[in-house]
């Protein structure tokens, strides 16, 4: 599946990558290889293969979730610019 330089073009500006115009029909050439190899993978019969969440057959370790260090919010709020009811203030980045 051959893919044109505008098509080039979209996905760099989608990644925000700067690709030089001399740069675009060599990145064509490997993307388009790329999605070609991935609709070979299509075509792999999975049909008899289990889904599974993890290839290998274990069970995950777990640890009781016990408090193991006090509270020093008091202590860390003393060295912030600006706190308030125990929150600490920040500017507004966002209007």
């Keep these: 599946m051959p893919l044109s330089p505008d098509e080039v ?6 990644a ?5 115009e001399g740069d675009i029909p060599r990145y064509a050439d490997n993307l388009s290889r790329i999605l070609d190899f991935v609709a070979q ?12 969440a993890h290839p290998l057959d274990m069970s995950q370790r777990l640890r009781e979730d ?4 006090t509270s020093q919010r008091e202590l860390y709020q ?9 929150l600490y203030l920040v500017p507004k980045v966002i209007e």
């Design 16 to 20: 925000r990558l700067g690709i030089s």
């Design 9 to 14: 073009r979209n996905i760099a500006h989608l």
């Design 78 to 86: 003393k060295n912030a610019p600006q706190a308030e009811a125990g």
């Design 41 to 52: 993978l299509d075509d792999a019969d999975t049909s008899r293969v289990p889904p599974m």
């Design 66 to 69: 016990l408090v193991s260090e």
